[in-house]
């Protein structure tokens, strides 16, 4: 539950896939809002996309407590083991439907009340968590939109009021992105320590350890082609946004105004995908004419596809001198050739 526009519906489909996919849950979600229709069927849509059954009143219903019966029932033929509610939002001084959430709310006896609460909201939370905190009595915190800069102000003040945990946390769009609060973590991001730890599960959850080792070995040994720089391309994008994850990294989260041009990024993938397998292992075959079609394949220019050849050689030129270099180190240090 939440006030509108806090995210409710948005991480009440996020917290199923978390359950889903990381805590090997089967979630099932029930659709509570009869006011907002868009909300129906924006949370039908999210369920779909992540596979979860998802119960939906008719059009015409208006009581809530008849649509949550009615959801009971469809609930005992519906494999689950997780039920998660959405309600509608509503304003903190609108009283007929904290009455009606009420209600709700001793009709179903849920084990979770969770405020769903914007982190921009600043000390309007502490009235706002307060509020429904009194009338429902809410066992924990969801905080939405903790993407971008690092807020603190309501996360304390909220924690603090209601004496209940801030359980998960909103950090961006995607529907995966979403995961449990950790105040040591959220404490780093504000002081600009970054969140070291968070990144590093995120790369361990997105990265196969296999290929990871063998990229190693390719850009080692200095045999590491176009079609790997597109394979690094996809396993950096399977993280999320550069932004969030360079904000991870210490001293990075206060720097003002940081920002990835993602449309260079797509521009850099466009040109590369644009070329033939053949093209994106040999590179030095790419003559002007093979230039100006993957130019033109990707709605790039010329110069843009030889700035990315020129980078890409400079960074295998690199690759091979650290090569060589560690090569020359390991013979000096093998015995008899020691430097005195």
């Given at each position: 539950?939440?006030?509108?526009?806090?995210?409710?519906?948005?991480?009440?489909?996020?917290?199923?896939?978390?359950?889903?996919?990381?805590?090997?849950?089967?979630?099932?979600?029930?659709?509570?809002?009869?006011?907002?229709?868009?909300?129906?069927?924006?949370?039908?849509?999210?369920?779909?996309?992540?596979?979860?059954?998802?119960?939906?009143?008719?059009?015409?219903?208006?009581?809530?407590?008849?649509?949550?019966?009615?959801?009971?029932?469809?609930?005992?033929?519906?494999?689950?083991?997780?039920?998660?509610?959405?309600?509608?939002?509503?304003?903190?001084?609108?009283?007929?439907?904290?009455?009606?959430?009420?209600?709700?709310?001793?009709?179903?006896?849920?084990?979770?009340?969770?405020?769903?609460?914007?982190?921009?909201?600043?000390?309007?939370?502490?009235?706002?968590?307060?509020?429904?905190?009194?009338?429902?009595?809410?066992?924990?915190?969801?905080?939405?939109?903790?993407?971008?800069?690092?807020?603190?102000?309501?996360?304390?003040?909220?924690?603090?009021?209601?004496?209940?945990?801030?359980?998960?946390?909103?950090?961006?769009?995607?529907?995966?992105?979403?995961?449990?609060?950790?105040?040591?973590?959220?404490?780093?991001?504000?002081?600009?320590?970054?969140?070291?730890?968070?990144?590093?599960?995120?790369?361990?959850?997105?990265?196969?350890?296999?290929?990871?080792?063998?990229?190693?070995?390719?850009?080692?040994?200095?045999?590491?082609?176009?079609?790997?720089?597109?394979?690094?391309?996809?396993?950096?994008?399977?993280?999320?946004?550069?932004?969030?994850?360079?904000?991870?990294?210490?001293?990075?989260?206060?720097?003002?105004?940081?920002?990835?041009?993602?449309?260079?990024?797509?521009?850099?993938?466009?040109?590369?995908?644009?070329?033939?397998?053949?093209?994106?292992t040999k590179p030095d075959i790419l003559n002007a004419r093979r230039r100006q079609r993957i130019a033109r394949g990707?709605?790039?220019?010329?110069?843009?596809?030889?700035?990315?050849?020129?980078?890409?050689?400079?960074?295998?030129?690199?690759?091979?001198?650290?090569g060589q270099m560690k090569k020359m180190m390991a013979r000096a240090q093998r015995?008899?050739?020691?430097?005195?």
């Amino acid at each position: 539950m939440g006030l509108n526009g806090a995210g409710k519906t948005t991480s009440s489909a996020k917290l199923a896939n978390w359950l889903k996919t990381k805590d090997g849950r089967a979630p099932a979600l029930i659709a509570c809002d009869l006011y907002r229709p868009a909300a129906i069927e924006q949370l039908a849509t999210l369920a779909r996309q992540i596979g979860v059954p998802v119960f939906t009143p008719p059009p015409e219903e208006k009581d809530v407590l008849r649509s949550a019966k009615h959801a009971v029932e469809w609930l005992a033929n519906t494999p689950h083991n997780v039920e998660i509610y959405d309600t509608a939002g509503r304003q903190e001084i609108d009283e007929a439907l904290i009455a009606e959430v009420k209600r709700l709310k001793e009709f179903l006896a849920p084990q979770e009340v969770l405020l769903v609460a914007d982190a921009a909201t600043g000390q309007q939370a502490v009235s706002v968590a307060t509020h429904f905190h009194e009338a429902l009595g809410l066992t924990g915190l969801i905080l939405t939109k903790l993407d971008g800069d690092a807020r603190g102000g309501a996360a304390l003040s909220m924690r603090e009021v209601t004496q209940r945990p801030i359980k998960f946390a909103g950090i961006g769009e995607k529907i995966d992105q979403f995961e449990p609060f950790h105040p040591d973590r959220l404490a780093g991001r504000i002081l600009g320590m970054g969140d070291v730890v968070s990144l590093v599960e995120k790369a361990a959850a997105a990265i196969d350890e296999d290929e990871a080792r063998r990229m190693e070995e390719k850009l080692r040994t200095a045999t590491f082609d176009l079609n790997d720089f597109l394979e690094q391309f996809k396993m950096i994008k399977r993280l999320g946004p550069l932004e969030n994850l360079l904000a991870m990294l210490p001293g990075m989260g206060n720097l003002k105004g940081l920002s990835v041009d993602e449309n260079q990024m797509k521009r850099t993938e466009a040109i590369v995908l644009s070329m033939t397998r053949e093209e994106r292992t040999k590179p030095d075959i790419l003559n002007a004419r093979r230039r100006q079609r993957i130019a033109r394949g990707s709605g790039s220019t010329v110069t843009d596809v030889n700035e990315l050849l020129n980078r890409f050689g400079q960074m295998k030129k690199m690759m091979k001198n650290m090569g060589q270099m560690k090569k020359m180190m390991a013979r000096a240090q093998r015995p008899g050739l020691r430097p005195r």
